[in-house]
């Protein structure tokens, strides 16, 4: 079994720095919590705040889905669910999935009306929103590195899995950082390729900003529309 499946009892990052006393039983020991992230929802959390305070913007990710116009979303890793709940205040019928169940609990508690689902972006399957739960969703959104943050060797999975949730014509839209995994654009557009997905966009940053040939990229691929 890997090791990942384990559920088990690790040491809360967040406990080496006084914040709690006592280890806490996960189900997931993701690379996201072991990379240190997933100390606590609110410390993940924090560090949106002070952006804000210094009057930084860090709705970007919703921004470019809007773009697209879609109706409805799937935040595919959407840890404590900054660009879901931005997306459901702008009145877009929003689901957000994430692993972690602490990431989870502070989305939960911030947003209640929002659905928020348990899952693995490997397996898991979402019904979309009224309406669309026979036909998909119209986007997918992979914001915060999340593909760079997946197990490493499940992200073809992670692809196929997510692009089986979309409506005809959908898009996964995905900003990620080389260097944190072995993970480049190449595989990523192969995994979508074999998902049935077209690459439609690669921009340097999620304000459109042409792709310059450097570590970071958003991509956009598509379900092609019916012919
Ligand atoms: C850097 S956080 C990004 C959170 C959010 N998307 C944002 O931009 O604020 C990465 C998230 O990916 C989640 N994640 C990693 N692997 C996952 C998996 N296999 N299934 C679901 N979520 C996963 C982690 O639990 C974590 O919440």
Redesign the pocket.
Known sequence: MPRSWAAAVIEDPAARAGAVTAPVRVDRV???WEIG??SQGDVYDDRWKRMEARGEWIHG?ADLVCWFEPDSVL??????G??AIELDRRGLDVVG????KR?LAEARSKAPNVRWIL????DVTVAGPGDYATRGFDVVVL????MA???IG?EAA?VANLARHLAVGGRIVSGFRLGLTPLTFADYDRFAAAAGLELEHRWTTWDREPYDGGSYAVTVHRRPPAA
Do not use: K, Q
């Not at 999935?97 to 972690?100: A, C, G, L, M, P």
């Not at 914001?143 to 999340?146: K, R």
């Open positions: 993701t690379r996201w992230g997933a990710e935040d595919a890793g959407c840890g404590t900054r660009v999935v994430d692993v972690d990431m899952g693995d972006l490997t914001a915060g590195n999340v943050f997946v197990e499940t992670v």
